[in-house]
Each structure stands twice: as structure tokens, then as C-alpha cells.
């Protein structure tokens, strides 16, 4: 299926030595508008510039506190990537938004959901995160053992609205302790942006 970008939300791994296959992995990914990443709070613990290089090797393109633009028949949408701000807090929204037009389309891709809590989220059409792994491990009647985000077990993935921001947090594909899933299946999500959505981007 072709894509237009591909967007890595950050954890490439949690052992160094696993860090050039997981770049590779992701580098055999193809996108007509590149691949993008940023950077996630095991990345900054493995090393961040070790992560950063790694994925610069195979062609993805690091947004770090920065953005860039994706055009289609002379319009353009924003792509805006925001550094760690739940563990690092290196997230610098407004130097990532600035020098785009007020009104333009916006896309936010960050590590943690919670910075849909910080006051220029509403700027961005949609956020997209990941972090919480969707819960990994989920008992029936029970829920998750833990769930790292101040948004609260039932806002732990999937497509949601937070204060009129609509937020994408994907479960992702790999694990922390324990290293298993339980009720927690791992996730690519396609999303399809429309010029004039109804309310929510389509999602499959």
C-alpha cells in the first residue's frame, strides 16, 4: 500500500545492541514524503545521538523541535515534530510551530500523549503519540498493571479528543518489563487525512 510519510513516535529500542537492526527495520519502510521520526524517553536513555545517527543512516528524517511542510496542488500541511516532554522535557512547542501560518493545517508528532495538556496543542489538527504501549499488559475486570500518562487509563490509545484536540496514541509494536502483551495486540495505524474532515481523521 502506498503511503505518504511514515511517522516513528519514538522507543526504538531498549538495548543498544538492538538499536541498527530496529533502524534497519524501519528504513526498508517507503513513503513518498519521507520517513520521520522522533526521538522517545528509551531513546534518550539509550543515547540519543547513538539513535538519532542510526536512523539518519537509513534515510528517516529527525524533527526535533522542528517541522516541515508536505504539499499536495499548492497547499501545504505541516508536519511538526516536539521532543520528550513527559521524562526529558526537552519539548519546545513554540519553537517547533513557529514561522507557520496561523490556520495552517498542523500535524504534532511527540513521544508522550500528554502534550496534548501543553496550552499550544490546540494549534495542531491532530497530535500523533505513542508511550503508554497501549497498556501491554491488560487483565480482564482489572485493566492495565500501569499506564505512563496523566490522561488516564481510559485514554491509554486509540483516536481520542482532549479538549477538542484530536489525538492519535498508538499501542506500537514492542515492550517494556514484563516483555509480553496481554489484551494489548501491536499496532501500525494507517490514518487518512482529509482536507474537510467531519470530525475525526478516517482511521484504519
Known sequence: MAVDVVVFTGDLASQTE???????????????????????NHDYWMGEEMVSEALAAVGVRMLRNAHMAVERGGERLYLVGVEDCCYVGRDDLPGALRGIPEGAPVVVATHSPDIVLKPLAARASLILSGHTHGGQVIFPWIGPLYVPTKLGRRRMSGLLSVGG??????????EIFPPMRLNCPPEIALLTLRSKPSSKPDSV
Do not use: F, M
Request: hydrophobic share 50%; no cysteine; net charge negative.
Open 18 to 40: 538492538a538499536i541498527e537492526d530496529a533502524a534497519s527495520a524501519l528504513g526498508e519502510l517507503e513513503a513518498s514524503d519521507g520517513l520521520v521520526a522522533v526521538l522517545g
Open 165 to 174: 484536540t484530536v489525538l492519535y496514541v498508538n499501542r506500537g509494536l514492542g
